[in-house]
């Protein structure tokens, strides 16, 4: 009874969809089938069928109950419908009111060579598909090009779009296309669903690839790049940094694949028999030869796993993978994204290399339900195919992986018409068209210059700007010195001077009454397309300041005074004035390695709330100090964000191993002290395939003269509610002071490993997060004010103190991904909890993460 109720509740569904699809056919040149593939003895549903539309080079899985949706393109008269254990079918289908389909496929044994298969429960032991995914994975390097051949080249054509998703021609009629004339020329269609979109961003780069296999090195040199669309708002590099970081190519046969800034488990991986279930379902012609279908599917659903299909070739002893086609589930742990297709061709060389000629990745895309769809593609192809030695091999010398050809970004369109290996579509050709008629559009226009200021933080003073206002971040905010700050400030362009540039601020506390300002000026050694904080850097810059700074609380990745900061767990009064003037050199290079050398002279002024007293009772109004300090910075594949002020990492990935010194002689240039300091800092991400990620960061430091207080090595201490990376959310300022000192901080990122597996509970998509970070130092007597006379005392009214009973720790659980978009951990204080002064010993944290 209960199994005839489920059939007719699944037919009434079906109808519904039908009639739906009906009433969703557009004129995008397809038109929408849904139906469930049934056993024509048991009436059972049949998971996982693979259905076909005949004549198309793609196809759809049914999903665990057998329903399955396709778009088919118009004139197409049958669907071929395949599963494990079953006879192929081909069903005639014909457009109607209804659309909707029920196939019944005849068991069957499906011999794949010797090898029998019958339709049973799952088990990976003794199954030949499990064998035969290992045949592949174990014959990879027969048909590999870089492992066959010293030397490995060819073309490669990237392209990609941006569209909003199922815009058709009357939704045009309603929105800002009405005042377009000929709306229909910017409407495309979808390649996953059919659906009418409107391409609003383009990116194209053509480029050729370099490979050596001894000692390996892997190059590529841009010869064009262009872009257009409705993202010039953000800084253009950055935006194709990311754009290519979240839609990178695939490589089947790593262990993971990387999209989407996640870890997918590749169905060749060593954990793939575990994670996946797999089978050999059919046997399909593919651009003339005879092909065995892999099929395979994961276990968890809601895992980082895809459903697909790969094809090779029968009695294909070196295991030749011919192409590729997958998906994600729509039950997956993944935001924002409705669908997601990828695709891979490959051809065989004349000596059995695999040679990719394509490789597609398409996604359809909602930021808010309810809200207008996305539509993103990535299509790259591949050709002219090499394995001769370059004809100038000092490529292979050259710093950095990508290399740009001097008018890379100045082509004209008859390069392009030959750099191409595939036509523009019309839609995609005009977007630059479309944005040109839509910022005469007054809504339009205005709306694109507030998201600019928004995601730049910058106001431009004119259309072509030389000089730029902000960041608007830090126009006001809140501390316990100053009160109620406010602070105006800005930067040249260049448009003003592509070379020399000038940035600077002022600022004015009501609490304090006190002017502060900050002016600075930057030679730049190389053109710059716009600031002078553009990367590779190379430049002298002079700065000098007079404000606050605020000991102990320091920020990686934002201004002190960002207003979002501005709410604290408690009083914040730990500051000096300080005038500050530097000549900084800066030196980076394309593979990230950067030189900076300073020279500062810096007078920091007392306060009464951190008075400079030294052990005979001496008050002192200031010091001085006059430093030289190199940093030496390595981060290899490092992918970031470019803002005018700050860098904010794509990805962390890549390691970071930052070095420090600072050394300012007793009595050089008035120097009050000796400053003597070194400093290494080294962070990593480290991806644990399908059980999420580790972010590790150790650190450590060493004082070797005498210095004072305020020179100590001071842990960063966060005041605020929000989570800053590489600070304590519980530690007081300046509650701990050190001469040396080791630490870490370490966030286990699970991904949803754990509420994944939750009936119900994995619906909400939540991911848990847990974090420790520690630190353990000490204080030598040397600068130990209680040892040396002249040294400043600490002040009384700060609890300063030595790590006399171990280290600090704290330690961290937390739900993300709440409503894709925020984290809230809990943070216990681990240690010092029992001290004479007033601690926050455990409290709510929360960061705004939005992440795919």
Request: charged letters at 25%.
């Amino acid at each position: 009874m209960i199994k005839r109720l489920k059939r007719i509740a699944v037919s009434v569904v079906l109808v519904i969809a039908g009639i739906m699809a009906a009433t969703a056919a557009t004129a995008g040149g397809s038109w929408f089938v849904r139906g469930i593939v049934r056993d024509s003895i048991t009436n059972d549903p049949l998971p996982y069928a693979s259905v076909m539309a005949q004549g198309a080079s793609r196809g759809v899985v049914a999903d665990e109950r057998g329903i399955f949706e396709i778009a088919v393109p118009l004139g197409t008269e049958a669907l071929t419908v395949a599963n494990v254990g079953y006879q192929k079918l081909t069903v005639p289908i014909k457009r109607n009111s209804i659309n909707m389909y029920v196939v019944y496929l005849k068991p069957s044994a499906t011999e794949l060579k010797e090898v029998v298969v019958h339709r049973k429960k799952y088990s990976k032991r003794n199954n030949p598909a499990v064998d035969f995914v290992q045949r592949i994975k174990q014959r990879a390097a027969l048909t590999d090009p870089i492992e066959r051949h010293d030397y490995y080249s060819y073309d490669k054509y990237e392209c990609i779009t941006l569209a909003l998703n199922d815009y058709s021609i009357e939704k045009a009629d309603k929105g800002l296309l009405k005042k377009v004339p000929s709306p229909e020329q910017h409407i495309d269609t979808s390649e996953v669903s059919g659906k009418p979109i409107l391409n609003v961003a383009i990116k194209e780069k053509a480029s050729r690839m370099y490979n050596r296999r001894r000692p390996r090195s892997t190059k590529e040199v841009i010869d064009g790049e262009r872009s257009e669309g409705i993202d010039e708002i953000a800084d253009r590099q950055s935006m194709q940094t990311f754009y290519r970081d979240v839609m990178r190519e695939v490589d089947l046969y790593q262990s993971d694949i990387n999209i989407l800034q996640n870890r997918f488990v590749s169905p060749l991986s060593a954990i793939a028999p575990d994670f996946y279930k797999f089978y050999l379902t059919d046997t399909v012609e593919v651009d003339g030869e005879r092909c065995i279908v892999l099929s395979f599917y994961p276990h968890n659903k809601a895992s980082f796993g895809f459903i697909g299909h790969v094809y090779v070739p029968q009695n294909d002893t070196t295991m030749f993978i011919k192409r590729v086609e997958m998906r994600v589930s729509k039950d997956i742990n993944l935001n924002f994204i409705d669908e997601l297709y990828l695709s891979q061709t490959y051809a065989r060389a004349a000596d059995g290399s695999r040679l990719k000629t394509s490789d597609d990745m398409t996604m359809e895309m909602h930021v808010l339900p309810g809200t207008q769809g996305l539509y993103a593609r990535r299509n790259t192809l591949y050709c002219n195919h090499s394995f001769e030695a370059p004809a100038d091999t000092a490529v292979f010398s050259a710093l950095g992986t990508e290399l740009r050809e001097p008018q890379s970004q100045e082509r004209d369109s008859v390069f392009w018409q030959q750099a191409r290996q595939r036509a523009l579509q019309q839609s995609e050709a005009n977007v630059g068209t479309l944005m040109q008629k839509l910022r005469r559009i007054p809504l339009f226009y205005w709306g694109e210059k507030a998201l600019k200021v928004l995601v730049t933080g910058y106001v431009p003073t004119a259309k072509v700007s030389k000089f730029d206002l902000g960041p608007v971040n830090t126009l006001v905010s809140h501390n316990g010195v100053e009160g109620w700050r406010f602070r105006v400030g800005g930067m040249t362009t260049a448009n003003l001077c592509r070379r020399l540039f000038g940035r600077g601020y002022v600022a004015y506390g009501v609490g304090d009454r006190k002017l502060k300002y900050s002016g600075e000026l930057e030679y730049s050694f190389h053109d710059k397309e716009y600031h002078s904080r553009e990367f590779p850097v190379h430049s002298l810059r002079l700065t000098h300041l007079y404000d606050t700074d605020m000991i102990g609380q320091h920020y990686l990745f934002t201004n002190a005074d960002n207003v979002f900061l501005s709410l604290k767990r408690m009083k914040d009064n730990r500051m000096t004035y300080r005038r500050y003037t530097s000549l900084l050199y800066t030196l980076e290079l394309r593979n990230n390695f950067s030189v900076m050398a300073e020279l500062a002279h810096e007078r920091q002024y007392a306060t009464v709330w951190l008075p400079f007293v030294d052990g005979n009772g001496r008050p002192y109004d200031h010091y001085d100090e006059t430093s030289l300090k190199l940093t030496l910075r390595y981060a290899p594949g490092e992918k970031f964000y470019q803002g005018k002020t700050h860098r904010y990492p794509i990805t962390l990935d890549a390691p970071v191993f930052t070095l420090t010194h600072t050394i300012a002689p007793q009595g050089w240039l008035g120097n009050t002290f000796c400053i003597n300091k070194t400093e290494l800092h080294v962070q990593k991400r480290f991806w644990l395939s399908a059980f999420g990620f580790i972010d590790a960061y150790v650190g450590a430091g060493h004082i070797w003269s005498r210095v004072p207080y305020i020179n100590l090595l001071i842990p960063n201490a966060n005041l605020s509610y929000t989570i800053q990376p590489q600070s304590f959310a519980l530690m007081n300022p300046m509650e701990f002071v050190n001469s040396s000192y080791g630490s870490i901080d370490i966030t286990y990122w699970l991904n949803g490993a754990l509420f994944n597996m939750v009936p119900y509970v994995k619906r909400l998509r939540l991911r848990e997060v847990v974090s420790f970070r520690g630190i353990y130092g000490g204080l030598n007597q040397r600068c130990d004010p209680a040892n040396t006379s002249y040294l400043y005392r600490f002040p009384t009214d700060v609890e300063a103190r030595r790590m006399d009973h171990g280290p600090y720790m704290e330690a961290s659980v937390g739900l993300d991904n709440i409503f894709s978009c925020l984290r809230i951990d809990y943070v216990w204080r681990l240690s010092y909890r029992d001290v004479p002064y007033e601690i926050d010993r455990s409290g709510v944290r929360v960061a705004l993460h939005i992440t795919f």
